[in-house]
T-cell receptor, first 111, second 112 residues
Framework: KQEVTQIPAALSVPEGENLVLNCSFT??????LQWFRQDPGKGLTSLLL?????REQTSGRLNASLDKSSGRSTLYIAASQPGDSATYLCAVKGTGNQFYFGTGTSLTVIP | DGGITQSPKYLFRKEGQNVTLSCEQN?????MYWYRQDPGQGLRLIYY???????QKGDIAEGYSVSREKKESFPLTVTSAQKNPTAFYLC???????????FGPGTRLLVL
């Protein structure tokens, strides 16, 4: 069974700092990997989707990379802002059409 | 305006009662999913459906039931057999295997 791990569990940074969130998965047979943002008490919002054949995706200040062979993905956030404070989750889609989620990284950006 | 709606936002269940959570989507997606989220844990899959009138159990299906009579709707029933139902329930949908998942706003279930 696919296991997804996210490190660190919580992160606090001053505004303006660049930061990296990590996601690792145990089974490299995946269709894609997604990064989501979740605000307290809300649903998930998709940030970036990387197909298994891709190495990275970018959207604004966000860049996600995928190294399928080593079972790792990173989410890079440039010039962090207080509005970036949220929980970030990664999820991988396996061959059985199921998604497997990590436990998330809770990010706080201090003004 | 396309999207996924879940209702109610909050739901209270009494001992021995079955309750049903609603999930509707107008994205014309074939696949729909139900997840449970507990504090400090990732989302865990309860049930998913890839097509109308077909659904599969996820990792924690015991005490739950679903139906998929229409493409747009995937209601989840929390039965009295689910002894620890207090959680945040999220519904999602997706198109083909290459596409992203879209999530509803969630329903928080509390036990009285």
């Amino acid at each position: 069974k696919q296991e997804v791990t996210q490190i660190p569990a919580a992160l606090s940074v001053p505004e303006g700092e660049n930061l990296v969130l990590n996601c690792s998965f145990t089974d490299s047979a995946i269709y894609n990997l997604q990064w989501f943002r979740q605000d307290p008490g809300k649903g998930l919002t998709s940030l970036l989707l990387i197909q298994s054949s891709q190495r990275e995706q970018t959207s604004g200040r966000l860049n996600a990379s995928l190294d399928k062979s080593s079972g790792r993905s990173t989410l890079y956030i440039a010039a962090s802002q207080p509005g970036d404070s949220a929980t970030y989750l990664c999820a991988v889609k396996g061959t059985g059409n199921q998604f497997y989620f990590g436990t998330g990284t809770s990010l706080t950006v201090i003004p | 305006d396309g999207g996924i709606t879940q209702s109610p936002k909050y739901l209270f269940r009494k001992e021995g009662q079955n309750v049903t959570l609603s999930c509707e989507q107008n994205l014309n997606h074939d696949a729909m999913y139900w997840y449970r989220q507990d504090p400090g844990q990732g989302l865990r899959l309860i049930y998913y459906s890839q097509i109308v009138n077909d659904f599969q159990k996820g990792d924690i299906a015991e005490g739950y039931s679903v139906s998929r009579e229409k493409k747009e709707s995937f209601p989840l029933t929390v039965t009295s057999a689910q002894k620890n139902p207090t959680a945040f329930y999220l519904c999602a949908s997706a198109g083909n295997v290459q596409e992203t998942q879209y999530f509803g706003p969630g329903t928080r279930l509390l036990v009285l």
